[in-house]
């Protein structure tokens, strides 16, 4: 048996898209939440800068800066645990 952990960040504030010094589109909105991982999670506990480039369309990239700081404090977490097994579809054997 597997586990992992998913955290749930909601932002309090609009974030933005940066696609120059002089043009930002709003990424996400007040209240929009996003899953990350656990070390996601960590480097953002840790005081890390999260970048992540996202496609900003028309065939534009753009950067999008997460800290601690873009999120509100409380964080839910869902622990996940996962298993394998084999199941069968109940194919009759052939007559031929």
Request: contains cysteine; charged residues 30%; hydrophobic residues 35%.
């Amino acid at each position: 048996m597997a586990t992992h952990k998913e955290y749930t960040l909601t932002f309090k504030e609009d974030c933005y898209e940066h696609l120059d010094s002089n043009v930002k589109a709003i990424h996400r909105r007040k209240g929009d939440t996003i899953v990350v991982n656990e070390e996601t999670f960590k480097s953002l506990q840790a005081g890390k800068t999260i970048e992540r480039m996202v496609n900003a369309g028309h065939g534009m990239m753009a950067m999008v800066t997460y800290d601690k700081y873009t999120f509100e404090n409380d964080v839910t977490v869902l622990l996940i645990e996962t298993s394998a097994s084999v199941a069968k579809l109940g194919q009759r054997k052939s007559k031929s």
